[in-house]
């Protein structure tokens, strides 16, 4: 995939947003060259959307109960998104499945968060899942959606361990900080391009380094 001129982010949320935070102080930091075009919730109590707005970028809430279908609702988020030219869609937190229509508007172009090692844990509560299951090992998956739910192409991984004595929440905090890295470095490595998928694998762009050799 060549580079693309569009480095215009649109993020998805349903809550508490340290996922968007970790994204905007990225961008400020400049480890991430990227714009938050807008910031979509479909809770109007998400805290990520005060995030937003601290951060000066437009924050809007769609409720997806105003929509009959999910259909009807994906369509709306696509207006929403290309009417600020949005070319990236980031889910951070966005606790709706996505449909064809979202992801038609946007083929591989829309990334997502999920705190656990894929495939092991998808859907909900991805944390509660490791520690009743028994892993010793954890982490975090930002994978390119598609329409298998949390079955996309991987981007970026990132390990934690599982400690005896962690409880889902203990162990969903170790994940956050390596998810806070995770998010801005993956969506950094699909803005520069040269990438591609091949079957279910993502294949990153050869680094300066390793071309060289
Ligand atoms: C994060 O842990 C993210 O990985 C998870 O929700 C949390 C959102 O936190 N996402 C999922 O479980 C998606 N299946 P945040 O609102 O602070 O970014």
Request: charged share 20%.
């Amino acid at each position: 995939m060549p580079e693309s001129s569009n480095r215009r982010v649109g993020v998805l949320i349903s809550g508490r947003g340290t996922n968007l935070q970790a994204l905007i102080d990225a961008i400020e930091a400049r480890r991430l060259n990227a714009t938050i075009a807008v910031v979509i919730s479909n809770r109007a109590d998400a805290a990520g959307l005060q995030r937003a707005r601290a951060a000066g970028i437009e924050a809007i809430t769609l409720p997806h109960r105003a929509y009959a279908t999910r259909d009807d609702y994906d369509r709306a988020l696509v207006k929403e998104l290309q009417a600020r030219d949005a070319g990236l869609v980031c889910l951070a937190g966005f606790m709706r499945l996505v449909g064809e229509p979202l992801i038609a508007a946007f083929p591989n172009r829309i990334l997502n968060i999920h705190p656990s090692l894929l495939p092991a844990f998808p859907g909900l509560d991805a944390q509660k899942q490791a520690i009743e299951y028994g892993v010793k090992v954890s982490g975090v998956t930002v994978h390119l959606v598609t329409a298998e739910l949390d079955g996309g192409p991987i981007i970026v991984q990132r390990s934690v361990p599982v400690m005896p004595g962690d409880t889902a929440d203990t162990l969903a905090a170790r994940i956050l900080e390596q998810e806070h890295l995770a998010y801005p470095e993956a969506v950094q490595m699909i803005l520069d391009g040269g990438w591609r998928v091949d079957g279910r694998r993502f294949v990153a762009a050869k680094s300066p380094t390793s071309a060289a050799t």
